[in-house]
């Protein structure tokens, strides 16, 4: 199949990409950068920002499938302005490649569009799934947004898939880079009460999850990217510590003091969902790395 890619270049479009190239797809990376040249078979860049129409957008409709990773990121302190930012990012790159799907007017390209278990909202020990209503906050008000956004594809012929991700950890990006140097100190511990629910997803079962909605075409709106088996903050913790050799005997860093460092950001880090991805387990779908466990002796092997 013929892939457009936005958001390509970061840590997840990078192991997409290897996985779609390693079946023999074709790969288009739509990326800022004039000076961008591939010399891998089958990928290719096509420079163009996004977040603005231009000619890229003629090249969209040549494709039979659309991924859409492009946005901002959130693991950041929230100012005013960087809330827009992240807000901005993922509205305009939706509703331009919308617009250049309405422009080639082609049945049947798959929109596969990224948003977020914060569609949730902070819910406690509930456990949620993909029928489950939208929460508040920021995150949840943005999601909605962002999925609206990708939806109005189907007015053009689209079929139109929403991956809400849980946290992606991976061997080179993502949160458990930031994360590995800190239990290497000796310094991990449990963030706030450490009984928030942390939803999660290994790489390559994100991965797998994306070459698997490529083949199953009668799968359609939302579906939960996350593990079977959420785990709490302190769970994380200890099962890290444990892989790692390295025991977490540090009391847990109090609410206030990830206020007074992150300000709102720090809301998504102490409160978090407990989300499972039903969809994808009643279509059969077989997770490599189900449990934690499992998935960190995988990754700091």
């Known amino acids: 199949m013929k892939i457009f890619m936005t958001g390509g270049t970061g840590f997840v479009g990078r192991v997409l990409t290897d996985a779609f190239l390693r079946q023999g ?179 390559q079962d994100l991965a797998a999850v994306y070459l698997y909605l490529l083949e199953r075409k009668d799968l359609s709106g939302p579906i939960n990217c996350t593990a079977p088996y959420p785990v709490t903050n302190e769970e994380m913790t200890r099962i890290i510590g444990e892989e790692m050799g390295k025991p977490t005997f540090m009391p847990a860093v109090p609410e206030f003091v990830l206020k007074m460092i992150l300000g709102e950001f720090a809301s998504v880090i102490v409160k978090g969902q407990r989300v499972i991805p039903k969809r994808l387990l009643s279509a059969g779908f077989q997770f490599r790395f189900p449990d934690m466990a499992l998935a960190l002796r995988d990754l700091l092997d």
């Open 25 to 203: 797809h074709q790969v288009t990376v739509l990326t800022r950068s004039s000076r961008a040249e591939s010399h891998t078979a089958g990928l290719s860049y096509l420079s163009g920002d996004p977040t603005a129409r231009g000619k890229w957008q003629e090249k969209v409709s040549d494709h039979d499938v659309i991924v859409n990773l492009a946005g901002s990121s959130i693991f950041q302190r929230w100012t005013k302005k960087r809330k827009a930012d992240i807000r901005e990012s993922r509205l305009l790159v939706t509703e331009n490649l919308v617009e250049a799907l309405s422009r080639g007017n082609r049945k049947g390209i798959r929109l596969l569009s990224t948003s977020a278990v914060g569609f949730y909202g902070v819910r406690g020990d509930e456990l949620l799934d993909e029928s489950s209503s939208s929460g508040e906050g920021f995150l949840a008000s943005l999601s909605r947004e962002w999925e609206s956004a990708a939806m109005r594809a189907a007015d053009h012929g689209a079929e139109v898939v929403i991956l809400r991700f849980g946290v992606v950890l991976g061997r080179n990006g993502g949160a458990l880079k930031q994360m590995v140097p800190v239990f290497k100190w000796y310094l991990g511990s449990p963030l706030g009460s450490g009984k928030q629910w942390f939803s999660w997803i290994h790489e």
